[in-house]
Nanobody, 125 residues
Framework: QVQLAESGGGLVQAGGSLRLSCVPS????????MAWFRQAPGKEREFVAV????????YYADSVKGRFTISRDSTKNTVYLQMNSLKPDDTAVYFC??????????????????WGQGTQVTISS
């Protein structure tokens, strides 16, 4: 059974940093496209960042560009989301997602086959 396990969420003050981790299990996700989404209370789940299976290509939502960095360590089979200069608007449940197919516009929820349970990120003002 395929599972994605997120960790690293928490409560931090505005301006602070957090690093989220996503560890897949059940199969090797070395060749998979990996992404982060988030969902704030009362809002739809939205794209945050995506990384190609080589790690050589990344895309970010405009709202996080320049503050967040997605990366992957294939030796540890782990994907990270480094979040800096956090704002209260970044408060959400953050989800890790994976899919076998890569495209340059893989920003939609329904384009990903595998999802984690999410980790809560809360930013206080």
């Amino acid at each position: 059974q395929v599972q994605l396990a997120e960790s690293g969420g928490g409560l931090v003050q505005a301006g602070g940093s957090l690093r989220l981790s996503c560890v897949p299990s059940g199969r090797n996700f070395f060749s998979y496209t990996m992404a982060w989404f988030r969902q704030a209370p009362g809002k739809e789940r939205e794209f945050v960042a995506v990384i190609s299976w080589t790690g050589g290509t990344t895309y970010y939502a405009d709202s996080v560009k320049g503050r967040f960095t997605i990366s992957r360590d294939s030796t540890k089979n782990t994907v990270y989301l480094q979040m800096n200069s956090l704002k209260p608007d970044d408060t959400a449940v953050y989800f890790c997602a994976a899919d076998k197919i890569w495209s340059g516009t893989k920003f939609a929820v329904d384009e990903y086959a595998y999802w984690g349970q999410g980790t809560q990120v809360t930013i206080s003002s």
